[in-house]
């Protein structure tokens, strides 16, 4: 089992930057792809940004178009904990972000934590 708690959520007005992170407990975190999700109100769960491995590919990331450019992911394997890095924040980027792990091996997300709201107001 993998354990993911976000945190760094907040208000912020548009323009402005937030870090969000997200701290794994359990196996073993760098072997680990992991990812950034949100959902809007009213909307369905939409990628934003995944990490591989270090050992896997060197740590190679993807983004998804919107936040291209404004957004960056990162993991520090010494402390578990992989972050995302936003800025140039829009209104439309408001949402519940939740962070995600999953084994190279498998398609889909195998563990999620419990998401932080964040807020840009305009």
């Known amino acids: 089992q993998v354990q993911l708690v976000e945190s760094g959520g907040g208000l912020v007005q548009a323009g402005g930057s937030l870090r969000l992170s997200c701290a794994a407990s359990g196996r073993t975190f760098s072997n680990y792809a992991m990812g950034w999700f949100r959902q809007a109100p009213g909307k369905e769960r939409e990628f934003v940004a995944s990490?591989?491995?270090?050992?896997?590919?060197?740590?190679?990331?993807y983004y998804a178009d919107s936040v291209k450019g404004r957004f960056t992911i990162s993991r520090d394997n010494s402390k578990n904990t992989v972050y995302l890095q936003m800025s140039s924040l829009k209104p439309e980027d408001t949402a519940v972000y939740y962070c995600?792990?999953?084994?190279?091996?498998?398609?889909?997300?195998?563990?999620w934590g419990q998401g932080t709201q964040v807020t840009v107001s305009s």
């Open positions: 995600a792990a999953r084994r190279v091996t498998k398609n889909e997300y195998e563990y």
């Open positions: 990490i591989n491995p270090i050992v896997y590919d060197g740590g190679r990331t």
